[in-house]
């Protein structure tokens, strides 16, 4: 039904592009390594009989026809990475599409539908701290105001899409009507299917992410002659609300919150920190439990602020809501994994996927893959290949059945 000699031989592929010292691969939104993935991507759609093109903010989008004209059913997943990354978060997703495509064409099956594969630009938000800035240009929702955001050169969204060769076209451009569904196939990143001794899984609902940046200013001076109670280090005053962000979230089962990005300024062995800048992602499948933990988190930040004398500034970032799986879609993919032998794991994904951006436009289904020891967002990622063929097999089946 599908091949997956050739689906592993684009994934190995693919991850060659970017690859870093450490085995993972870096590609971030609009730079060379990440075009250069699009562009064999745009090849293997191509192979597998797909009519192609960019649209306005660069996502790679890839048609085939069906043989009535049916709302489209929508796949796809992203090919830019977090710092080194692993090689399956979201090529997985976009390749095990691919291939499904070119198994339909391959075998003279025509669909009624006519299928939509993306490949969504910078779904990690790594370059920019905004993430899931191609599926929300194709939900309609990302607005010239998302692309005056800046990397950490001061390089705009807009200015990012400009140098990447793209021609400055209306963001409606990018909005795909028409579409019934979309459905992804992505790595668990988790170790509930390795737990369960399972290849696949449906997945039940995504956690939202809420990314905020704090900045907390106090006084540089120096080291040695500024005596320990007259100082306003900002270093210090940082740590303390870090520690707390763990502490606090353990008080909530499911909710996680990482700072994962610190700034130090001026940064110098012998100079009080002056200036402290850290990012903070907060998540929970329950959005009422995410903001709580949004709000005690700010309202010990403040504590600190005052305490100390300095100054806290807190940006959002992003703020995307929880969502839930289709049921209807989620029963589909239930029955295509029976129908494949396999026993019925249902779980919702901690992760973010790019598929949250079409809460209320149309129905979202996915299908996680296995992760080895739950590592992902790390080079030592890993799906077996027999897992990667069930997932794709899953994901042929219930589009066969829509
Ligand atoms: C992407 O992997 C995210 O969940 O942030
Ligand atoms: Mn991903
Ligand atoms: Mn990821």
């Not at 289709?326 to 993919?333: C, D, F």
Request: with cysteine.
């Amino acid at each position: 039904m599908i091949n997956i000699e050739r689906l592993s031989r684009n994934i190995e592929e693919l991850s060659k592009i970017g690859r870093t010292p450490n085995g993972g691969i870096n590609r971030f939104s609009y730079f060379a390594e990440e075009k250069a993935a699009n562009e064999l991507v745009k090849q293997f759609m191509e192979s597998a009989g797909m009519t192609v093109h960019y649209d306005s903010v660069g996502n790679l989008v890839g048609r085939l026809e069906g043989a009535s004209d049916l709302p489209a059913i929508l796949l796809g997943s992203h090919l830019d990475t977090v710092p080194d990354g692993g090689r399956f978060d979201g090529s997985l997703g976009v390749l095990s599409a691919i291939e499904v495509v070119h198994s339909l064409k391959e075998n003279g099956i025509m669909l009624q539908h006519p299928v939509n594969v993306v490949a969504f630009k910078d779904e990690e938000g790594t370059r920019f701290g905004f993430g899931m800035i191609g599926s929300r240009a194709v939900a309609g929702s990302l607005t010239r105001k998302d692309l005056q955001r800046t990397d950490d050169e001061g390089i705009s969204i807009e200015q990012a899409i400009a140098d990447y060769g793209i021609p400055r076209r209306p963001l409606a451009d990018s909005k795909l009507e028409n579409i019934r569904l979309y459905l992804e196939v992505h790595i668990e990143q988790g170790k509930i299917l390795e737990n369960n001794g399972v290849s696949v899984g449906n997945v039940t609902g995504i956690a939202g992410p809420l990314w905020l940046k704090f900045r907390l200013k106090g006084q540089s001076e120096h080291a040695g002659a500024t005596p320990m109670n007259q100082r306003q280090d900002a270093l210090v005053g940082a740590s303390l609300i870090i520690a707390e962000v763990e502490k606090t979230s353990k008080h909530f089962s499911s909710a996680v919150a990482t700072v994962g990005k610190l700034s130090v300024k001026p940064n110098g062995v012998n100079v009080i920190p002056g200036e402290v800048e850290w990012t903070i992602d907060i998540r929970d499948i329950d959005e009422d439990i995410r903001d709580e933990l949004e709000r005690r988190i700010k309202q010990f930040a403040e504590k600190i602020a005052n305490e100390r004398h300095l100054k806290l500034e807190i940006t959002e970032l992003q703020r995307v809501k929880p969502i839930q799986c289709n049921e209807g879609l989620q029963n589909i993919i239930k029955e295509s994994i029976e129908e494949i032998g396999q026993p019925v794991v249902s779980l919702p994904s901690g992760a973010g996927h790019d598929g949250m951006q079409f809460n209320g436009l149309f129905p979202i289904g996915m299908i996680f893959v296995r992760s080895k020891d739950g590592v992902s967002h790390n080079p030592g990622e890993f799906s077996s290949e027999e897992d990667i063929e069930i997932a794709t097999k899953v994901l042929f089946k219930t589009m066969m059945k829509l």
